[in-house]
């Protein structure tokens, strides 16, 4: 028996499921037609879903699935009356959905053609444009606690990873924002007192416990928060930067070395230069002398078969 949900489902299965096979018995190339297709339709279901997961509209679809299984039970059992009722309801779900979506629908159209339709399909940005994105924000969460002379200490994590250090603060996982970093660091807020750790262009941790420089070279006026950070920059490769609570100074440690008072233009050049031109100019040139590699044996290869080749025609 098969059950109407509003339209005849073995009209459809006959003239689309069964005429695409027919078709694909005459003619073996459309199957990578048909790989597209599904792979296309997947993918647009998967970006529905992550769209709407989490929102009002997750809780209705979930309602719109349990009103499908129950028109199905309804059927298969023969339960006319009911399935009767549930198939009028069905035949007005698609000005329903309209309806109920109508948000997320415009939404989604507003985004077409958009630069935001990259984000709106989960598709991030470049990983060299965020970061540089987020160092702009850092830079200027810094110069608004240097204003107000609100002590901070922020770590930037590189290579060498420190979940160590991340696990002793609470975890946060945010992205990263001037407005979250300020208030953060707000005096008499239970996370002002100790490190804000930012790990793979996320605020991993906050309240974070950093090993302090015990070297008997570092200045005696410098204060528990600048010893941290340069504690935690000579056992790693992480940039930290510091606002003086007494002073509202902005100073950064790297590789156990602290350059203090910093204006807004130089934090951010120092910054740009360590977190973003050097990893992703590494990284670039590392992919090229990989290919470099790779071509060269490539025709190495070649070679050796063209020699083989020629002493067989010999």
Known sequence: MVINLGMNWENFFKDNILGYIKTLQTNPFELVTLILDLTIVIFLVYCFFKVVRGSRAWQLIKGIALLIIATWISGLFNLRILNWILTGIMNLGVIAIIVIFQPELRRGLEQLGTNKLTKFFGIDKDLATKTKEDIYKIVIAATE???????????IERDIQIQDIIATGIPMNADVSPQLLVNIFEPKTPLHDGAVIISGNKIASA????????????????????????????????????????????????????????????????LISNVVTKRFTIEKKERKDTLKKIKEKRKETTQEIKEENNEVKK
Do not use: F
């Open 207 to 270: 309240a974070c416990v950093l090993p302090l420089a015990d070297d008997k070279d570092i200045a005696r006026e410098l204060g528990t928060r600048h010893r941290a950070a340069i504690g935690i920059s000579k056992e790693s490769d992480s940039i930290v930067i510091i606002v003086s609570e007494e002073t509202g100074k902005i100073s950064v440690a790297k590789d156990g070395t602290l350059i203090a008072d910093l204006r807004e233009d130089v934090l951010k050049k120092i």
């Open 145 to 155: 606690l240097s204003k107000t002379k609100t002590g901070a200490l922020i770590v």
